[in-house]
C-alpha cells in the first residue's frame, strides 16, 4: 500500500471479474499491515475526472488469510463512483483507507446453534468472507446462506460457495452448509421463487431449508437493500427474534446494502 497520509494508501488493482454487464468482483492487493474481521467493510477511493475524490463502503468478500482484498460490486449508470471503477484495470491504483469497519461479524452473537446469512444481491459479499473464517465453521452446527436476486444470471459466486464445503480446513464439517438462492423474477431448478422476507412470513424458506427460526437457537445477519433489510428484520422479530447489541446480545446483525 502506497502511503497518501496517515488514514489512507493505495492499492493496486490486480483483476476483475465480470459477472454481467452490472456486476463484478475485483482484487486489489493486500498491504499486510491492513486488518479486518470477516463481515466489515473497506472505504475505497477513486478521483473524479476533475480530482476531486470520491469515497465508498465496500464489504471485504475474501477470507481474513488471503494476501489480497476481494469485493463485489454493482455498476450503477450515473452513480458517482462505479463507473469510475468499471473503467479500471488491472494495474491501476484505488485509495483506501488503512481501517476496516462495521459490526456485521459473528462477534455479535454470544452464542447460538444456527446461523442465517440473508443477503440480496452484492450484500452476499460479507457472508462470502464470514464463510471463509474456520471459526464460523467450528462455532455453529448450521450455516444457511441465503442469496436473493432478480434472476438466474445474478446468483454470483455459487460455484465457490459448493466448494466452500470441501475447504480442507473444515472439509469434516462441510455438510453444515446450506446453500438457498431465492429469484423474484425468474425460475431455476432449486431457487425458491419471490422475497426473501414473504419466504420467511409464510414459513416457506424455513420449510424447504428444513430448519426453524427459533429465538433459542438462530442467530440471523441480513444484508442487502434497505427494503430487504427493513422487511426481514420485520419478519424476523415476527418470529420472537430481537435486534443484537454490543450491551444485549441478541439473534439478530443487520446492515444497510448502501
Ligand atoms: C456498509 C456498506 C457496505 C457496502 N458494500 C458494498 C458492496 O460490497 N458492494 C457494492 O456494490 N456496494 C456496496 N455498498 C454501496 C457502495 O458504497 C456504493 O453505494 C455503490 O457502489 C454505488 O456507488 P455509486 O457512487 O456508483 O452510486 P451511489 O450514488 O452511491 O448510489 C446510487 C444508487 O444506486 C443504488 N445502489 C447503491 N449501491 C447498490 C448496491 N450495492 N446494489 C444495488 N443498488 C445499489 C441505490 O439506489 C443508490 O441510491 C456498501 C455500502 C455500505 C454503506
Not at 464489504?59 to 450515473?78: K, M, Q, T
Not at 488503512?98 to 440473508?118: I, N, P, V
Not at 425460475?187 to 433459542?216: M, N, Q
Request: charged letters at 25%; hydrophobic letters at 40%.
Amino acid at each position: 500500500m502506497l502511503a497518501l497520509d496517515a488514514k489512507h494508501g493505495t492499492a493496486r488493482l490486480l483483476s476483475r471479474r465480470r459477472w454481467t454487464p452490472k456486476l463484478l468482483s475485483f482484487r486489489l492487493a493486500r498491504d499486510p499491515s491492513f486488518r479486518f474481521v470477516p463481515g466489515q467493510f473497506a472505504r475505497l477511493g477513486l478521483r473524479k475526472p476533475n480530482g476531486s475524490p470520491v469515497w465508498r463502503a465496500y464489504s471485504i468478500a475474501s477470507a481474513p488469510w488471503d494476501d489480497h482484498l476481494e469485493f463485489y460490486s454493482i455498476i450503477v449508470p450515473g452513480g458517482q463512483f462505479t463507473p469510475l471503477l468499471d473503467s479500471l484495470e488491472p494495474g491501476d491504483e484505488i485509495m483506501i483507507e488503512r481501517t476496516a469497519y462495521g459490526f456485521l461479524t459473528t462477534s455479535r452473537f454470544a452464542d447460538g446453534r444456527d446461523l442465517w446469512l440473508l443477503a440480496t444481491g452484492t450484500g452476499l459479499a460479507p457472508f462470502l468472507s464470514i464463510l471463509q473464517d474456520e471459526d464460523t465453521w467450528r462455532r455453529f452446527e448450521r450455516l444457511v446462506l441465503v442469496h436473493g436476486v432478480r434472476e438466474s444470471a445474478e446468483l454470483a459466486y455459487w460455484e465457490e460457495i459448493d466448494a466452500l464445503r470441501c475447504h480442507p480446513l473444515w472439509a469434516d464439517v462441510g455438510e453444515r452448509l446450506a446453500y438457498q438462492p431465492v429469484l423474484s423474477r425468474d425460475r431455476s431448478a432449486g431457487a425458491l421463487a419471490g422475497r426473501i422476507p414473504a419466504l420467511l412470513d409464510d414459513g416457506t424458506l424455513e420449510a424447504h431449508v428444513g430448519l426453524r427460526i427459533s429465538p433459542e437457537h438462530s442467530r440471523l445477519m441480513v444484508c442487502g437493500s434497505p427494503d430487504m433489510v427493513r422487511d426481514t428484520h420485520r419478519a424476523l422479530i415476527a418470529k420472537g427474534c430481537r435486534l443484537s447489541r454490543l450491551a444485549a446480545p441478541a439473534q439478530i446483525a443487520v446492515e444497510n446494502g448502501w
